[in-house]
């Protein structure tokens, strides 16, 4: 499996952007994919999860201006960031893991988002 997250760049507070995460060799639909972030000098954190299936979606505490979709057709998993604050400056990083694993074996190369204030 490969991925690859893209859709980061230079934003203004309050602004919104999609990151895209497109998927080759295995399609999303046999893996659970989620999008992490990690700051500068903190610790990766989880954003959200969405099924195999698509159907359930799972989003870390705290997370409310941040929707994970998928789209089947296109094999790609978004994530929609409205709102955007400078706490929200990171790097974006799109994963995946097989549905009876807890770690992620999959890892997309990150895209950076930059919220200036």
């Known amino acids: 499996v490969q991925l690859q997250a893209s859709g980061g760049g230079l934003v203004q507070a309050g602004d919104s952007l999609r990151l895209s995460c497109a998927a080759s060799g295995r399609t999303f639909t046999s893996y659970v994919t989620a999008w992490f972030r990690q700051a500068p000098g903190k610790e990766r954190e989880l954003i959200a999860t969405?099924?195999?299936?698509?159907?359930?979606k799972h989003y870390a505490d705290g997370v409310t201006r941040f929707t994970i979709s998928r789209d089947s057709a296109k094999n790609t998993v978004y994530l929609q960031m409205n709102s955007l604050k400078p706490v929200d400056t990171a790097a974006y990083y799109c994963?995946?893991?097989?549905?009876?694993?807890?770690?992620?074996?999959?890892w997309g190369q990150g895209t950076l988002v930059t919220v200036s204030s």
């Open positions: 994963a995946g893991r097989e549905a009876a694993s807890t770690s992620h074996a999959y």
């Open positions: 969405i099924s195999k299936g698509g159907g359930s």
